[in-house]
């Protein structure tokens, strides 16, 4: 007896060659969609199909459709049909979204004759495949649901029962997105109210500081939720936010558990010559009435005192750099409890300068005692002073801003004064005066 295939028109909608379309709207068309299809009934379809179809019996040439673009995965399935069974390797279940891409061989019963292969949403037409000749059939599975696929040619008694499933789970929702949240910091105590923004934030979403569990989440809306920070270690953490699907999100900045007392956070301005003044905002929290601050072991003094912000000013800072240095910033509260920003001001040396020279006169025979005030000064750069050609006789670094020098022997007259170090050199022209008599003395009366 000739076997024979239903007469199934093969329908492969336009709609399959536009996976970029499709796959964004995937997430969307989930949402809008609570029930997925059921496979229906093999005799059903064959019912709807008869009558809505009158083309003469006879095999139907196979459509292969151009492979999509960008599928959100791409799944190959191995189809053999058999008489009465089809094998799909791996089993024939996808995520909605997914490219598929199906090819169905005919084993060989002995007979020389083939099966079809009918898809229920995805493949409707009937497919006609006979041993040594496979077809190809491609789709993006963007129906969820339950779909019925069977042979379309009389191939036995075992005929009729020759179906199954194909099966297309549903996109999921969108797993969650943090962006930001705020406040940064918090006690270790826990308490603090964090506020979280993202996306896709879910009924029942949980909210873990590190690997402890935060108490007292509240959903404000899909792209905010609030929770109560639990006691922790002191020390950084992220922060975790977990649907009740179990899609999760890890923040990338992290959340800083502070000990009791003041914590500092930022230095503004963050660097500044070693000879000021610099005035200076510093943030954090837990800042009290009555606190102090260094930067790098130098005072700075302090004009305005709130809980998270004081403002000082500092006038001097170390003699001692080789090099621009970073420096710790340090607040110290009443109590003795302090906190320390690593690393916060950078000190800039920066080349010296000379803004005086006194007294601006000496005697020829040298030994005076000259301050000079600028900027720039370190014992560790080599520094040396000259008075015209003449080196000074010694020199004493006071401070960042400050030299002692003892003027040479020289001959009368007008000279330069000259600072020179590693880090540059600085001049003031005409600065210094020897002469050949010394300063009359007052005469004092007894």
């Known amino acids: 007896m000739e076997r024979q295939a239903y007469p199934f028109r093969i329908m492969t909608s336009l709609r399959r060659l536009f996976p970029l379309v499709l796959v964004a709207a995937f997430p969307a068309l989930a949402a ?15 019912e709807r199909y008869h009558h809505a179809h009158h083309e003469p019996s006879g095999p139907v040439e196979s459509a292969i459709i151009a492979a999509p673009l960008d599928p959100l995965a791409a799944r190959a399935f191995a189809v053999t049909a058999r008489r009465f069974s089809y094998s799909f390797s791996p089993a024939p279940v996808v995520n909605q979204g997914d490219s598929v891409t199906m090819t169905i061989s005919a084993g060989d019963d002995g007979d020389g004759n083939g099966h079809g292969f009918f898809l ?15 077809v190809t059939i491609q789709f993006i599975a963007d129906t969820p649901g339950s779909f019925t696929f069977f042979c379309t040619v009389v191939c036995g008694t075992g005929h009729t029962g020759m179906d199954g499933e194909f099966t297309v789970v549903a996109h999921a929702d969108p797993p969650p997105t943090i962006s930001s949240f705020t406040p ?15 996306t896709n934030f879910r009924p029942g979403a949980v909210v873990d ?12 809306s899909a792209t905010q939720l609030t929770a109560a920070a639990p006691a922790h270690a002191a020390g950084p953490v992220t922060i975790k936010v977990t649907n009740s699907d179990g899609t999760s999100a890890t923040s990338a900045e992290q959340y800083n ?22 005035e200076l905002t510093i ?16 005072p700075v003094g302090l004009l305005v005192v709130a809980s998270t912000l004081a403002r000082g000013v500092i006038l001097l800072g170390p003699s001692n750099l080789s090099a621009d240095t970073l420096a710790d910033v340090t607040v110290t509260n009443p109590d003795g409890k302090s906190g320390t920003l690593v690393n916060g001001f950078t000190w800039l040396l920066g080349s010296p300068t000379i803004l005086s020279v006194a007294p601006a006169t000496g005697s020829i025979g040298g030994g005076t005692t000259v301050i000079i005030r600028g900027s720039g000064y370190s014992i ?25 020098a ?9 000279v330069d004064v000259r600072v020179t170090a590693a880090n540059g050199s600085a001049t003031r022209a005409g600065s210094f005066s020897f002469t050949a008599r010394s300063p009359r003395r007052r005469s004092v009366r007894h």
């Open 283 to 298: 943030s954090g929290s837990g800042f009290e009435v009555g606190a102090t601050m260094t930067i790098g072991g130098m």
């Open 32 to 46: 809008a969609s609570s029930k997925t299809h059921q496979a229906t009934p093999v005799e059903v379809l064959l």
């Open 406 to 414: 003892v003027s040479p022997p020289h001959d009368a007259g007008v």
């Open 120 to 134: 229920e949403e995805y493949a409707e037409g009937s497919e006609v495949i006979t041993p040594g000749n496979p």
């Open 209 to 220: 500081f590190g690997t402890t569990r935060a108490t007292g989440v509240t959903l404000v």
């Open 257 to 278: 558990y502070i000990l009791p007392g003041p914590h500092v956070t930022s230095v503004a301005p963050s660097s500044g010559l070693t000879v000021g003044p610099i």
């Open 184 to 198: 940064a910091s918090g006690p270790d105590s826990g308490g603090t109210t964090v506020t979280i923004n993202g």
């Open 380 to 404: 560790a750069t080599g520094l040396a002073v000259a008075f015209g050609d003449v080196p000074a006789a010694s020199v004493t670094v006071l401070d960042a801003g400050t030299l002692s």
